[in-house]
């Protein structure tokens, strides 16, 4: 989790100021040490599950992952499209309910989504994002809010 937020903050730090981040030990150490102090703030505040998991993205990307695209795309009557061709994996699993692992899936990608990384690994190539420590961490806070 902190190394996501060190990251949208490092994108959200000006060109210049990124470049000093690279080239310069002191201002680069300065910059980690108070994000730090900061991100633990942060952290602890986004551990509420009220806060992080309450979100319409998480679940329309999961309803996609598990029924298709079209399982989230409404026409005019406000009904989702009926999905073409084969039946989607949530019909063929009979699923009927989410799971901590779904929902840690869901909040995974939707990080994913917004990075640079072209490719979804364990470890973001670009981003540096450890995607699989994320999934187990979510999954923890998921689970120790039951």
């Not at 952290?43 to 599950?49: F, G, K, P, T």
């Not at 795309?73 to 039946?87: M, R, S, T, V, Y």
């Not at 990384?117 to 981003?127: H, I, L, R, T, Y």
Request: no cysteine; net charge neutral.
């Amino acid at each position: 989790m902190t190394a996501v937020l060190q990251q949208e903050i490092f994108e959200a730090t000006p060109d210049d100021l990124q470049e000093m981040l690279k080239t310069t030990a002191h201002f680069r150490d300065l910059f980690h040490s108070k994000g730090n102090e900061n991100l633990r703030h942060v952290v602890s505040e986004l551990q509420d599950i009220d806060k992080i998991f309450r979100v319409l993205h998480l679940v329309l990307i999961a309803k996609a992952m598990l029924f298709g695209k079209t399982s989230i795309e409404f026409g005019e009557n406000g009904k989702a499209a009926k999905p073409k061709g084969a039946p989607p994996i949530g019909v063929l699993w009979g699923v009927t309910e989410s799971t901590p692992g779904l929902l840690s899936l869901a909040a995974v990608l939707a990080v994913f989504f917004n990075t640079e990384d072209a490719e979804f690994s364990s470890v973001g190539k670009k981003s540096g994002i450890n995607y699989q420590h994320l999934f187990n961490f979510y999954k923890k806070i998921i689970l120790h809010s039951f």
